[in-house]
């Protein structure tokens, strides 16, 4: 819901695409504000509230309309009279993402943020949001660093499917060179193209500008997925995508890793039962079981993880006893004694999402069979890391293994040897040897 009407005289709803106006009442038909532009332009309008003081909307109130562009990613703003029937008329569309516009009171005057990925977001003011004046500067040491870029990149899926994804590359890539190349993926992260990412120490997902800056190129697909068969979408689309960049001669191709958290931690831990393409795997609280997983509890809200799968993003689409073939065929766990990949599995105690000892089951079964896996495990940490000195401290790990395998650096003795419950938090095994894992 976009908002009301001056005496609830209307409602304005968004779809996919377009803003609309309903009467509660019924009693007049339902207006497209957008007039179909969104859909046939592959836009997606929302209403931008500029006044802090918003209660409901005037009868002939001009709004401004976010709009962003599903094929480019580009984002901008429109204007449209709501007592117009004319079409909404475009201010702006950029390859930038606009974000906290708000409008002075008693001027006409708008101030925003603006950023993507190269640039920082910054503080902009401006008349009609077309010229602007830069009032900041959030981020003046970034020049001191091999910064990155970020671009679309489409391929065609085996089965034929439209694809994208975002390549990042090195601020100073050189298409000359050869480059080790890390995987992440999460649904779909294409709308991302222009977004920000500060170099912070991570919660779970890969730091992306930090091993961009550090030599990596970094490539993000989407996914769409078929009920039933999740673990099989993730194959199509993710080592689809990797094979089309590998035809790069800039690609190393022996030298690819793969990291996920979550959901993208499960779909690392199917990936490596399915091929060996990749060097190295990372993969943060994998669900490895699902017929275990499917009876659990999401501690955090208390709720049972069933509707999960017959429903949403596990995407079984049955209960365990309608489609138990299914619940083995995406359950990596019986794949383990094909998984050639070294891998690191983060599983931590006070997970409120994904059951922690799915993490131990893949740690243990991969460990059983003889396979090069290690286990992280965040003592009272939850399903993504609080305590910074949690995050600094896998990152670090993250940076060793993926160098180690990825450009050949020493392992770290961690890799090495492990380190014992009792020494944890006393000896944190960073230092490089010449042994292998």
Do not use: C
Request: aromatic share 14%.
């Amino acid at each position: 819901i976009a908002g009301w009407l001056e005496d609830d005289k209307g409602v304005l709803l968004y779809d996919r695409y377009d803003v609309w106006q309903f009467s509660p009442d019924g009693k007049v038909a339902p207006k497209n504000l957008t007039n179909g532009i969104g859909r046939t332009s592959n836009l997606t309008f929302r209403v931008e509230r500029v006044n802090p003081d918003f209660r409901f909307f005037g009868k002939k109130e001009v709004l401004l309309l976010d709009a962003f562009d599903n094929a480019t990613k580009q984002n901008g703003f429109y204007s449209k009279a709501i007592n117009d029937s004319k079409a909404p008329e475009l201010i702006v569309m950029a390859p930038t993402k606009y974000s906290n516009v708000v409008k002075a009171k008693y001027a006409d005057q708008y101030i925003f943020d603006k950023g993507n990925y190269v640039n920082s977001p910054d503080v902009y003011l401006s008349k009609d949001l077309k010229s602007n004046t830069k009032l900041s500067n959030t981020n003046p040491q970034q020049d001191l660093y091999n910064w990155g870029t970020a671009e679309l990149v489409k391929w065609t899926t085996p089965k034929g499917y439209k694809s994208e994804g975002i390549l990042y590359k090195p601020e100073n890539f050189d298409p000359n060179k050869k480059y080790p190349m890390i995987v992440y993926f999460y649904e779909k992260l294409s709308d991302g193209l222009y977004s920000y990412q500060a170099p912070a120490p991570t919660p779970s997902r890969l730091n992306i500008p930090f091993f961009v800056s550090n030599g990596y190129l970094v490539f993000a697909p989407d996914i769409s997925y078929e009920t039933g068969y999740p673990g099989k979408s993730a194959e199509e689309f993710i080592n689809s995508g990797v094979e089309s960049l590998k035809k790069n001669a800039w690609v190393d191709g022996t030298k690819i890793g793969i990291q996920g958290q979550s959901w993208g931690g499960y779909q690392v831990a199917h990936l490596i039962t399915k091929t060996n393409m990749y060097a190295a795997a990372w993969a943060g609280a994998p669900v490895v079981n699902m017929t275990s997983a499917y009876g659990g509890i999401r501690w955090e809200s208390g709720m049972n993880r069933q509707f999960q799968y017959e429903k949403t993003q596990s995407r079984i689409g049955a209960t365990l006893w309608e489609k138990p073939e299914l619940y083995i065929e995406n359950s990596p766990l019986f794949g383990f004694p094909k998984v050639t990949t070294p891998v690191v599995v983060m599983a931590n105690d006070a997970d409120g999402a994904v059951p922690w000892y799915q993490g131990i089951e893949m740690f243990t079964g991969l460990k059983r069979l003889g396979k090069p896996v290690w286990l992280l495990n965040y003592n009272n940490e939850a399903h993504n890391l609080v305590q910074r000195q949690n995050r600094k401290d896998i990152q670090i790990r993250e940076q060793q293994f993926f160098d180690h395998y990825l450009k050949g650096a020493k392992a770290p003795v961690w890799m090495v040897g492990g380190v014992p419950a009792t020494e944890k938090g006393k000896t944190w095994g960073f230092e490089l040897t010449d042994e292998k894992p």
